[in-house]
């Protein structure tokens, strides 16, 4: 069973703006906290922005402002509009649990051209 679906990643320049989705199994999203990470190269994976089930969000300092997090309840959606996007945004975007849980879908990857 798929539980955590990414998509909307691509190639931008500096500059630009992506929306990323993630479609998320009940089991997952449902009255959970859900959040965006991201693995940059030579990095560890890091947390990003989380929203909690009644749409209280947080972000990274490095994506403050930059980034809006948002979530259909319904649909079982998470959402990461980016905007403004930097060379170093460059990386793997995953959406999971906050904490994550142990299993992690494929990802998808975002690439910002100086």
């Known amino acids: 069973q798929v539980q955590l679906v990414e998509s909307g990643g691509g190639l931008v320049q500096a500059g630009g703006s992506l929306g990323l989705s993630c479609a998320a199994a009940?089991?997952?999203?449902?009255?959970?906290?859900m959040g965006w990470y991201r693995q940059t190269p030579g990095k560890q994976r890091e947390w990003v922005a989380s929203i909690t089930s009644g749409g209280n969000t947080n972000y990274a300092d490095s994506v403050k402002g930059r980034f809006t997090i948002s979530r259909d309840n319904a649909k079982n959606v998470v959402h990461l509009q980016m905007n403004s996007l930097k060379p170093e945004d460059t990386g793997v975007y995953y959406c999971?649990?906050?904490?994550?849980?142990?299993?992690w879908g494929q990802g998808t990857q975002v690439t910002v051209s100086s």
């Open positions: 009940g089991s997952i999203f449902r009255f959970n906290t």
């Open positions: 999971n649990k906050v904490p994550p849980g142990s299993f």
